[in-house]
């Protein structure tokens, strides 16, 4: 069965600081990866996705992500940080055979001023 | 644009009671899913549906069912409420194109049900 493991449930980070929230995912065969994002009180809107290919993949507002295989993470990234990335941040995992799409348990970000 | 579109928003309950929360969705495709949100533990799959007339189960379908019975609309009915399952509910609908379903979500944006 698949499964994502975010870590960290809280991240605070200083505005203009590098970001870097952590995702493990389990899934036997291979793994389509996603980061979501979801402001409060809305529903959750899609970052990036990763398929094939390069393993480094580009997102909205300057995020991006690495898939590493070797290692089953799928780390998301952003140089410098604004306050208005301050939201919950979800990794997910698709099954290709079944389509169920699992997600992680979420890490709450706070940009400090 | 793509459209999810959940009702009611909010809905308080009583213990045995029955709810039905419905999603309606625009974008005409196949996979809908419905997920609940709990602190802790991030959105869990309940129920999701390949297409019209079918439904399947996800990660934690007990004490509830789902109904496709058209393209656009994905019902999540609880026939006897319990205070356990007080929660956020969000529907989605799945990105699927020439075939292959890519992945991508469209999420509505959630029913909280309250069940006292």
């Known amino acids: 069965a698949q499964s994502v493991t975010q870590p960290d449930a809280r991240v605070t980070v200083s505005e203009g600081a590098s970001l870097q929230l952590r995702c493990k995912y389990s899934?036997?065969?291979?793994?389509?990866l996603f980061w979501y994002v979801q402001y409060p009180r809305q529903g959750l809107q899609l970052l990036l996705k990763y398929y094939s290919g390069d393993p480094v993949v580009q997102g909205v507002n300057g995020f991006e992500a690495e898939f590493i295989k070797s290692n089953s993470s799928f780390h998301l990234r952003k140089a410098s940080v604004h306050w208005s990335d301050s939201a919950v941040y979800f990794c997910a995992v698709r099954n290709y055979g079944n389509e169920k799409i699992t997600f992680g348990a979420g890490t709450k970000l706070t940009i400090k001023p | 644009e793509a459209a999810v579109t959940q009702s009611p928003r909010n809905k308080v309950a009583v213990t045995g009671g029955k709810v039905t929360l419905s999603c309606n969705q625009t974008?005409?495709?196949?996979?809908m899913y419905w997920y609940r949100q709990d602190t802790g533990h991030g959105l869990r799959l309940i129920h999701y549906s390949y297409g019209a007339g079918s439904t399947e189960k996800g990660d934690i379908p007990d004490g509830y069912k789902a109904s496709r019975p058209s393209q656009e609309n994905f019902s999540l009915i609880l026939e006897l409420a319990t205070p356990s399952q007080t929660s956020v509910y969000f529907c989605a609908s799945g990105d699927v194109r020439r075939g292959v379903n890519t992945g991508q979500l469209y999420f509505g944006e959630g029913s909280k049900l309250t069940v006292l």
């Open positions: 899934y036997s065969g291979t793994p389509y």
């Open positions: 974008n005409n495709h196949n996979n």
